[in-house]
Nanobody
Framework: QVQLVESGGGLVQPGGSLRLSCAAS????????MGWYRQAPGKQRELVAV???????NYGGSVKGRFTISRDNAKNTVYLQMNSLKPEDTAVYYC?????????WGQGTLVTVSS
C-alpha cells in the first residue's frame, strides 16, 4: 500500500524559508519521477517542481529561482526547499509521482505565508 507523508509546513513571514519533506512507503522514489504539487484555497492543484530518476529538475515559473527540489533515495524521501516565500505561495503542498500522480495522495502540509 502506497503512503505519502508530507511534513514541514507552517506559518512563515514573507521572505522566509521552509523545507518540506515527503516520506514515501510502498513506493520506491528512486525509480519514479516525483513532483511537488500545491493547492491554494479556491484553486486547482498545480505542479510546483519535478525531479526525475536521474536527478533532472524543473520548476513552475512562479517558483523558479526560489524553490529547490531534491531527493534522498536512501531515506525514500523527497524534499522541497522554499526560499523567499511570498503570500501567493500559501497552499497545501503534496508530493506524488509525475507526470501521472498516483491515486494515493497524502494529507499534505499547509504552508501559510503571512505577516
Amino acid at each position: 500500500q502506497v503512503q505519502l507523508v508530507e511534513s514541514g509546513g507552517g506559518l512563515v513571514q514573507p521572505g522566509g524559508s521552509l523545507r518540506l519533506s515527503c516520506a514515501a512507503s510502498g513506493r520506491d522514489v528512486s525509480i519514479n519521477d516525483m513532483g511537488w504539487y500545491r493547492q491554494a484555497p479556491g484553486k486547482q492543484r498545480e505542479l510546483v517542481a519535478v525531479i526525475t530518476t536521474v536527478g533532472l529538475t524543473n520548476y513552475g515559473g512562479s517558483v523558479k529561482g526560489r524553490f529547490t527540489i531534491s531527493r534522498d533515495n536512501a531515506k525514500n524521501t523527497v524534499y522541497l526547499q522554499m526560499n523567499s516565500l511570498k503570500p501567493e505561495d500559501t497552499a497545501v503542498y503534496y508530493c506524488n509521482t509525475w507526470p501521472r500522480p498516483g491515486d494515493a495522495w497524502g494529507q499534505g502540509t499547509l504552508v501559510t505565508v503571512s505577516s
